[in-house]
């Protein structure tokens, strides 16, 4: 075996040298191993042209051609992929070269090429997977984006449009800032994202281009570049504003007394003791009235349940109009509530107190009877008022005060007030 032909076992690609007009002269064992022949016999005087796809073959001719031209000597030819139907009927993918040489005197071809059926392979589900993500990406309910160090939209996905009513391309280039209608809410998300490095299902708002607030839910995490450097956000944002209402419709019918439109008992008493607290720590007064409607039970018996229920809207809200707009009232049961006064004293206190009974004696109540006439009546109410004592342990202490007071105004004969902790001249402060 000549040198050359030493040189030609010995490379990793397949090879083969054929004369100008495409017959096989030589083959090395990769060549053979690639177009699946027998041995390098069987490949010796065919013509190459039998191995290429009909599709390919008038390329494959063309670039043989080029490379055989003088001015092209010595230099390979740009490789470029062909169909290749081997020995046993099995279709590959070939990355081709040539180069035209002397081979033993005369003018040949020498043809290299690599196997590339598996990397079009790969190449083709890559393509398949990536037309599958744009899809899902085009069509998903989320918006994808990403912002740079300083906030700006690098790139935002095409559920913006449906999400906030405007195109990418609108976005894109602008910092987040103004779709935010609060402020307060992007730095909450900003301050997250710095001390934890991502955020999930964060809460915010956004205004939609037709100026809708909808609200959103964002999961997000930091961008570092190479050095470490925090180099922006990358991550979703979704309209949660239906879930957001539901909850809402949830908390409302939750806390609300169905009957008069108040907080419930449970409601009133969270809102009792954070005002509790507040008082506590900033050592302000704070006085809570109690009130309950005097003999309701006869209300029922005489005129029935319903015109029950009607004396408790109407006493709920006169109770209402008698108070200031950051008052607390709850329903705590039955005929009894709750009035919470934040900031007010024992005697500033009774003067609301005064107000509301009032209010409630001045109601004018009435029923249809059978007859087609009226029956008008009015009702009272007993009040027991307390204020917050520096010895109180909890909020506890403070409406046992107050329940007792009201106890004892019902005792002393009903339609009065009656005061707990009247001995503290200052309410302890
Ligand atoms: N119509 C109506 N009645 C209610 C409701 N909740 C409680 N009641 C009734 O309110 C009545 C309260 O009666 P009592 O606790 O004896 O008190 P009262 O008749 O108001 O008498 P005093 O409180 O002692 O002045 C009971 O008959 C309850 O059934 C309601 O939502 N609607």
Same mark, same amino acid.
């Given at each position: 075996?000549?040198?050359?032909?030493?040189?030609? $076992?010995?490379?990793?690609?397949? /090879?083969?040298?054929?004369?100008?007009?495409?017959?096989?002269?030589?083959?090395?064992?990769?060549? #053979? /191993?690639?177009?699946? /022949?027998?041995?390098?016999?069987?490949?010796?005087?065919?013509?190459?042209?039998?191995?290429?796809?009909?599709?390919?073959?008038?390329?494959?001719?063309?670039?043989?051609?080029?490379?055989?031209?003088?001015?092209?000597?010595?230099?390979?030819?740009?490789?470029?992929?062909?169909?290749?139907?081997?020995?046993?009927?099995?279709?590959?993918?070939?990355?081709?070269?040539?180069?035209?040489?002397?081979?033993?005197? !005369?003018?040949?071809?020498?043809?290299?090429?690599?196997?590339?059926?598996?990397?079009?392979?790969?190449?083709?589900?890559?393509?398949? &997977?990536?037309?599958?993500?744009?899809?899902?990406?085009?069509?998903?309910?989320?918006?994808?984006?990403?912002?740079?160090? $300083?906030? #700006?939209?690098?790139?935002?996905?095409?559920?913006?449009?449906?999400?906030?009513?405007?195109?990418?391309?609108?976005?894109?280039?602008?910092?987040?800032?103004?779709?935010?209608? $609060? &402020?307060?809410?992007?730095?909450?998300?900003?301050?997250?994202?710095?001390?934890?490095?991502?955020?999930?299902?964060?809460?915010?708002?956004?205004?939609?281009?037709?100026?809708? =607030?909808?609200?959103?839910?964002?999961?997000?995490?930091?961008?570092?570049?190479?050095?470490?450097?925090?180099?922006?956000?990358?991550?979703?944002?979704?309209? =949660?504003?239906?879930?957001?209402?539901?909850?809402?419709?949830?908390?409302?019918?939750?806390?609300?007394?169905?009957?008069?439109?108040?907080?419930? @008992?449970?409601?009133?008493?969270?809102?009792?003791?954070?005002?509790?607290?507040?008082? @506590?720590?900033?050592?302000?007064?704070?006085?809570?009235?109690?009130?309950? =409607?005097?003999?309701?039970?006869?209300?029922?018996?005489?005129?029935?349940?319903?015109?029950?229920? %009607?004396?408790?809207?109407?006493?709920? %809200? !006169?109770?209402?109009?008698?108070?200031?707009?950051?008052? !607390?009232?709850?329903?705590?049961?039955?005929?009894?509530?709750?009035?919470?006064?934040?900031?007010?004293?024992?005697?500033?206190?009774?003067?609301?107190?005064?107000?509301?009974?009032?209010?409630?004696?001045?109601?004018?109540?009435?029923?249809?009877?059978?007859?087609?006439?009226?029956?008008?009546? %009015?009702?009272?109410?007993?009040?027991?008022?307390?204020?917050?004592?520096?010895?109180?342990?909890?909020?506890?202490?403070?409406?046992?005060?107050?329940?007792?007071?009201?106890?004892?105004?019902?005792?002393?004969?009903?339609?009065?007030?009656?005061?707990?902790?009247?001995?503290?001249?200052?309410?302890?402060?």
């Amino acid at each position: 075996m000549d040198h050359d032909q030493e040189l030609l $076992q010995l490379l990793p690609a397949a /090879a083969l040298v054929v004369t100008p007009e495409g017959v096989i002269l030589r083959a090395n064992a990769a060549g #053979v /191993a690639l177009l699946e /022949a027998d041995s390098e016999q069987a490949l010796l005087g065919r013509i190459l042209g039998h191995f290429v796809h009909p599709m390919d073959k008038a390329r494959s001719s063309q670039r043989i051609e080029r490379v055989k031209q003088p001015d092209h000597a010595g230099r390979p030819n740009k490789s470029s992929e062909f169909r290749v139907r081997t020995d046993k009927g099995q279709l590959r993918m070939v990355l081709v070269a040539s180069v035209a040489i002397e081979w033993q005197g !005369a003018p040949a071809l020498l043809m290299c090429g690599m196997d590339m059926t598996h990397q079009s392979e790969i190449q083709e589900q890559l393509r398949e &997977s990536e037309h599958n993500f744009r899809r899902l990406f085009d069509n998903m309910q989320d918006v994808y984006y990403r912002t740079d160090a $300083q906030g #700006v939209v690098q790139h935002v996905g095409p559920g913006v449009r449906r999400v906030l009513g405007y195109e990418p391309h609108e976005i894109e280039g602008r910092t987040a800032e103004s779709y935010y209608p $609060q &402020s307060k809410d992007r730095d909450a998300f900003k301050a997250a994202i710095q001390e934890k490095g991502e955020v999930a299902d964060f809460p915010g708002q956004m205004v939609r281009r037709d100026g809708v =607030v909808i609200d959103i839910s964002i999961s997000s995490h930091a961008l570092y570049d190479h050095q470490g450097q925090f180099a922006g956000v990358e991550g979703i944002y979704r309209d =949660v504003t239906q879930r957001k209402n539901l909850e809402r419709e949830l908390q409302r019918l939750a806390t609300t007394d169905m009957l008069t439109g108040m907080a419930n @008992r449970r409601a009133f008493l969270e809102t009792a003791e954070a005002a509790y607290q507040t008082a @506590r720590t900033q050592h302000t007064p704070l006085t809570l009235l109690m009130l309950d =409607v005097d003999h309701f039970k006869s209300i029922n018996d005489r005129f029935g349940h319903l015109e029950g229920d %009607r004396a408790l809207v109407a006493f709920a %809200r !006169a109770v209402m109009e008698g108070l200031r707009p950051g008052d !607390a009232v709850g329903r705590l049961g039955g005929e009894e509530f709750g009035v919470l006064l934040q900031g007010t004293t024992l005697a500033q206190g009774h003067e609301v107190a005064v107000r509301l009974l009032n209010c409630v004696r001045t109601l004018e109540l009435g029923v249809a009877d059978a007859g087609h006439g009226s029956h008008r009546y %009015r009702i009272t109410a007993s009040l027991g008022l307390g204020t917050l004592r520096g010895s109180d342990r909890s909020l506890r202490d403070l409406l046992d005060r107050a329940d007792q007071a009201l106890y004892q105004a019902k005792h002393e004969g009903r339609d009065r007030i009656a005061l707990a902790d009247a001995d503290l001249d200052n309410q302890g402060y």
